[in-house]
């Protein structure tokens, strides 16, 4: 099994369920943002930035049956949720990671809408632009999502906290 495999199933185990498919893409584009050593690679997308990488890993490892998949129907789409199993919780146990401890930010985004996560990561997608040109391009490229002043602010603040 690969490395980048193994690091998806640590995060599993530390986050024990993560509910919404773009839930998991933010809550890992975040943590490679915080310098925890997922290597997974990004682009900007329609919901913020998106792995393909990420998708083909976990749909391995849900193959395999490390991570278990549920769909659940809502209104008008399904909702996903992911755990590890038994047999990933065994697995993780022969394989031991070196990766930082990062349960405290993944708790924090656990009590995080995805869209307040879609926020975030986007505007960590643009850190490398001035504060003011990162928040322009937010409303630029999410116009739809209609993000307040207040939202902003507090994904900042977020980001910080999560940094730090």
């Known amino acids: ?12 185990s530390v ?13 890992i584009y975040i943590l490679q943002k915080c310098n925890i050593p997922f290597e997974e690679k990004y682009a900007f997308h329609f919901y913020g930035p998106y792995s393909e990488e990420l998708t083909l890993r976990v749909e391995e490892l849900c193959n395999l049956g490390f991570i278990k ?3 659940e129907e809502k209104s008008n789409y399904y909702q996903y949720h992911y755990t590890i ?8 146990e022969q394989f031991k990671m070196d990766m930082p401890d990062f349960s405290a930010q993944v708790k924090a985004m656990q009590e995080k ?15 490398d632009l001035p504060l003011e040109e990162s928040i322009a391009k937010v409303y630029t490229v999410k116009p739809k999502q209609k993000y307040t002043d207040e939202e902003i602010q507090e994904a900042l603040a977020f980001i ?4 730090h």
């Open 85 to 92: 199993t038994e047999d990933g919780a065994a697995f993780l």
């Open 1 to 12: 099994m690969l490395t980048n495999h193994a690091k998806l199933m640590q995060f599993f």
């Open 113 to 127: 809408s995805s869209r307040f996560l879609e926020l975030v990561a986007t505007l960590l997608y643009f850190d």
């Open 15 to 27: 986050a024990n369920e993560v509910t919404g498919r773009k839930k998991l893409q933010k809550m």
């Open 69 to 71: 998949e549920s769909k």
């Open 160 to 163: 910080n906290d999560i940094r």
